[in-house]
T-cell receptor, first 114, second 114 residues
Framework: GNSVTQMEGPVTLSEEAFLTINCTYTATGYPSLFWYVQYPGEGLQLLLK?????DKGSNKGFEATYRKETTSFHLEKGSVQVSDSAVYFC?????????????FGEGTQLTVNP | NAGVTQTPKFQVLKTGQSMTLQCAQDMNHEYMSWYRQDPGMGLRLIHYSVGAGITDQGEVPNGYNVSRSTTEDFPLRLLSAAPSQTSVYFC?????????????FGEGSWLTVV
């Protein structure tokens, strides 16, 4: 079956530091890959997505590249801000999971200190 | 532009009580689903629906019922609440147009069963 593995958290960084949150996946076929963000007390928001190999998703300074050869979709940001403090979820959907259900990773808590 | 709307946002139940979490979307999405979020486990799929009159089970369906009488609404029923159902619940709907299988989430319902 499908699975998503994220790097263990929590992650604590200083403002303007470089961020990487690792995500690897197992899936049959060609899944679509997503990063969702959950700010404290709020629901999930789609941060970025990629639908095929070598696609790069980007939004709000975050980016992730769909690497089929390493089955990875690592999230990066060059300079984090305090406002980026949130929980980040990597997820995939595939036609195999009827209706394109999302399979989520465990989530990574990011705290950015001023 | 309401998107996916969930109610209530917070609820406390006693063991054995029943309740319904409401979910409505105004985007004419065919696919809707319910997830629960628990610490260290990401989000897990409870039930989903690919259209009005059609529902199916996800990963963790026990203790929950759903129905889909209209495209817009997808309520989740807890028939006899148990402390193990203390969780954050998210309703989601899927945009089947275009590419990428983007799934949109409501803001969540925080449920505590005592």
């Amino acid at each position: 079956g499908n699975s998503v593995t994220q790097m263990e958290g929590p992650v604590t960084l200083s403002e303007e530091a470089f961020l990487t949150i690792n995500c690897t996946y197992t899936a049959t076929g060609y899944p679509s890959l997503f990063w969702y963000v959950q700010y404290p007390g709020e629901g999930l928001q789609l941060l970025l997505k990629a639908t095929k190999a070598d696609d790069k998703g980007s939004n709000k300074g975050f980016e992730a590249t769909y690497r089929k050869e390493t089955t990875s979709f690592h999230l990066e940001k060059g300079s984090v801000q305090v406002s980026d403090s949130a929980v980040y979820f990597c997820a995939l959907s595939s036609a195999e999971t009827s209706g394109s259900r999302l399979t989520f990773g465990e989530g990574t808590q990011l705290t950015v200190n001023p | 532009n309401a998107g996916v709307t969930q109610t209530p946002k917070f609820q406390v139940l006693k063991t054995g009580q029943s309740m319904t979490l409401q979910c409505a979307q105004d985007m004419n999405h065919e696919y809707m689903s319910w997830y629960r979020q628990d610490p260290g486990m990401g989000l897990r799929l409870i039930h989903y629906s690919v259209g009005a009159g059609i529902t199916d089970q996800g990963e963790v369906p026990n203790g929950y019922n759903v129905s889909r009488s209209t495209t817009e609404d997808f309520p989740l029923r807890l028939l006899s609440a148990a402390p193990s159902q203390t969780s954050v619940y998210f309703c989601a709907s899927r945009d089947t147009r275009g590419t990428g299988n983007t799934i949109y989430f409501g803001e969540g319902s925080w449920l505590t069963v005592v």
